[in-house]
């Protein structure tokens, strides 16, 4: 089964609106990273937060990582057409690994002019 | 410029018939791995490969074979190809596992007949 798993898995916002996501995975992890991904290319890695780390900012982006309820959430601020886009919480070193990481499913953001 | 590369980009097989693809890293980077993508299934890791001549499985092997002998490649063959198979798939690489940042490749959309 999926380690991580976001939530919700589709949304759909107004130019300058904030989007929140979430991902909440099952077992202990190194870390926790969140991609992005413009239809159908390559995924873009956006920000990584360790299990040591409760909040990490990136620009436009914080993320935040609650170890005890194996829960992260994505926020991207002031959201732009350009935002739209899948995005992905990862999770390193689950189950014991440090050369697995296992993706969730994503969500769909769409960000409307 | 830092970069993952993968070919060929299109791939239309019929079942059966051998097939690799490539993926090459310009970064020195270590470690390499292979997703495949599927609607409603996100990404799931096939192989990885920790350094030159070392591979592991990932989630889904059934059906693949990979190679590391140097440490710039790390083809994904499909020795005998399904219709299962039939999907997006993505190389990437990062420095050191799977905890570091991974930079993926443009992806190979494969359609088997």
């Known amino acids: 089964s999926q380690q991580g798993e976001e939530d919700p898995q589709a949304l759909s916002i107004q130019e300058g609106e904030n989007a929140t996501m979430n991902c909440s995975y099952k077992?202990?992890?190194?870390?926790l990273q969140w991609y992005r991904q413009n239809s159908g290319r390559g995924l873009v890695h956006l920000i990584l937060?360790?299990?040591?780390?409760r909040e990490k900012h990136s620009g436009r982006l914080r993320v935040t990582l609650d170890t005890s309820k194996k829960s992260s959430s994505l926020l991207i601020t002031a959201s732009r057409a350009a935002d739209t886009a899948s995005y992905f919480c990862?999770?390193?070193?689950?189950?014991?690994?440090?050369?697995?990481?296992?993706f969730g499913k994503g969500t769909l953001l769409t960000v409307n002019p | 410029e830092a970069q993952v590369t993968q070919n060929p980009r299109y791939l239309i097989t019929v079942t059966g018939k051998k097939l690799t693809v490539t993926c090459s890293q310009n970064?020195?980077?270590?470690?390499m791995s292979w997703y495949r993508q599927d609607p409603g299934l996100g990404l799931r890791q096939i192989y990885y490969?920790?350094?030159?001549?070392?591979?592991d499985k990932g989630d889904v092997p059934e059906g693949y074979k990979v190679s590391r002998k140097e440490k710039r490649n790390f083809p994904l063959i499909l020795e005998s190809p399904s219709p299962n198979q039939t999907s997006l798939y993505f190389c990437?690489?990062?420095?050191?596992?799977?905890?570091?940042?991974?930079?993926f490749g443009p992806g190979t959309r494969l359609t088997v007949l």
């Open positions: 490969s920790m350094n030159v001549e070392v591979t």
């Open positions: 990862a999770t390193g070193g689950s189950g014991g690994s440090n050369y697995k990481l296992t």
């Open positions: 937060i360790r299990s040591n780390e």
């Open positions: 990437a690489s990062s420095l050191y596992a799977a905890f570091n940042e991974q930079f």
């Open positions: 077992t202990s992890i190194n870390n």
């Open positions: 970064m020195n980077h270590e470690y």
